[in-house]
T-cell receptor
């Protein structure tokens, strides 16, 4: 069974630009969550999608957005990039419908904002 | 919302020693407490989890204990090996898990 795939793995952007990250979940998983990982803050929850609907949202500004497609693939977008957006962005899929359950993480997309 | 505190931030042990990582949580409604291991360049991977109706769970060299009254839970790794070196995250919640800030475990051969 293929794991969670995230693309691109690495990218460099400049302040003010926007970026789109992609996540393909494990086949059959309908829940996809996104996390921001930084050395000082650990893993911070961004949002969770289930069957194309955003079910939960973390405490991030509106510049962070996401969506999920009918095949459960998900994208997240960050507009008007700031230096502080430099981080590892992790996507996780879950086969749990109710919520709590194992999260299967991808290897992440490392974003550097210059 | 839930707040999860994790200690220590760094833990250095000799091969064969035991390692203990402790976490506290704030929301008494939290009922699911997973532990994830993150190796360099990889995403976190679940190593063990415990639900609030259980006080202890073991899987070979790792064990997790939960004290609901005190709102704390711990990860115990016995007979540590160099391949146990990684960052470990605890998490807690009743739906979307809130993660601790991580513990960097270093096992010296």
């Amino acid at each position: 069974k293929a794991g969670v795939t995230q693309t691109p793995r690495y990218l460099i952007k400049t302040r003010g630009q926007q970026v789109t990250l992609s996540c393909s979940p494990i086949s059959g998983h309908r829940s996809v969550s996104w996390y921001q990982q930084t050395p000082g803050q650990g893993l911070q929850f961004l949002f969770e999608y289930f069957s194309e609907t955003q079910r939960n949202k973390g405490n991030f500004p509106g510049r962070f957005s996401g969506r999920q497609f009918s095949n459960s693939r998900s994208e997240m977008n960050v507009s008007t990039l700031e230096l502080g957006d430099s981080a590892l962005y992790l996507c996780a899929s879950s086969g749990s419908i109710a919520g709590t359950g194992e999260l299967f993480f991808g290897e992440g997309s490392r974003l550097t904002v210059l | 919302g839930e707040n999860v505190e994790q200690h220590p931030s760094t833990l250095s042990v000799q091969e064969g020693d035991s390692a203990v990582i402790k976490c506290t949580y704030s929301d008494s409604a939290s009922n699911y407490f997973p532990w994830y291991k993150q190796e360099l360049g990889k995403g976190p991977q679940l190593i063990i989890d415990i639900r609030s109706n259980v006080g202890e769970k073991k899987d070979q060299r790792i064990a997790v204990t939960l004290n609901k009254t005190a709102k704390h839970f711990s990860l115990h790794i016995t007979e540590t090996q160099p391949e146990d070196s990684a960052v470990y995250f605890c998490a807690g919640g009743s739906y979307i898990p809130t993660f601790g800030r991580g513990t960097s475990l270093i096992v010296h051969p």
